[in-house]
């Protein structure tokens, strides 16, 4: 039996300082805060997942690293630092 989902949209900010902004499917009735703060996840699926590297640019492979677009990324729960629904 499927759960339905609600798809919301977030920016997330990563520990090691990536941004990332998507979309997260929460269970219907359920706050986007209390699905992040599920321990028994350890992994976030977040879709059509736009990220970007902001550490500073010290090579051209880092300026192509930068800015990405992933149909699904699946994010460690304990790489992330803030949440915001949007």
């Known amino acids: 039996m499927k ?20 979309f997260v499917h929460v269970a219907e009735g359920l706050r986007v805060l209390d699905f992040f703060n599920d321990q028994q996840l350890n992994f976030i699926a977040v879709t059509d997942a736009t990220f970007q590297n902001l550490r500073e640019v010290h090579s051209f492979k880092l300026v192509n690293d930068m800015y990405r677009k992933k149909e699904t990324i699946f994010l460690n729960r304990e790489s992330i630092k803030w949440v915001e629904e949007i």
Request: glycine share 10%.
């Open 3 to 22: 759960v339905p989902r609600v798809k919301h949209k977030v920016k997330i900010i990563c520990t090691d300082g990536s941004f990332v902004t998507g």
